[in-house]
């Protein structure tokens, strides 16, 4: 791989981890008190959506620069997530460990929740259970996607 398109790659990835830092930040802003305030709960909700949506942008990034296509558009938003934690030899390396990939799962799972939601009413408790997940998601990603780019560094 040539250090331009390297380097193309590189600052599409430091970009999205930017957004994704953004992202942290306003959750963090948000997070006291949104179990005794509706509108707090409503825009933490928001941005745990964001984030995924963030997550995913990031991985479209990667897909789009190493593997080109993601299959089965009914459930390209799982294929794409565990497209990033596979190891594809002689491609890329994962981008994501086990307990990463799990934790997006989850938020995965609570954005889609979110997104079809207008019928239904945002738990506290639940969102709080996301949320505490998503902070231990804060502690990991940023290692492994260092940790990937140093390994097509090396490809």
């Given at each position: ?48 959506h ?32 565990k ?17 990463s ?55």
């Amino acid at each position: 791989m040539d250090k331009g398109t390297l380097s193309v790659l590189e600052a599409d990835v430091r970009a999205q981890l930017a957004e994704i830092q953004g992202i942290y930040e306003r959750l963090e802003e948000r997070e006291e008190g949104f179990e005794r305030d509706a509108m707090r709960l409503e825009s933490l909700s928001y941005q745990l959506h964001n984030l995924f949506c963030a997550f995913e942008d990031l991985f479209e990034i990667i897909a789009a620069f190493f593997e080109n296509s993601i299959g089965d558009r009914s459930r390209w938003h799982i294929e794409l997530l565990k497209r990033m934690r596979e190891d594809i030899e002689g491609i890329r390396p994962a981008l994501l460990s086990k307990e990463s990939f799990l934790l997006l799962d989850e938020l995965r799972a609570f954005r889609h929740f979110f997104r079809h939601a207008y019928a239904s009413r945002l738990e506290s408790e639940k969102v709080r259970i996301v949320l505490n997940k998503t902070m231990r998601l804060r502690k990991s990603y940023k290692g492994e996607v260092e940790r990937f780019l140093s390994a097509v560094k090396q490809m």
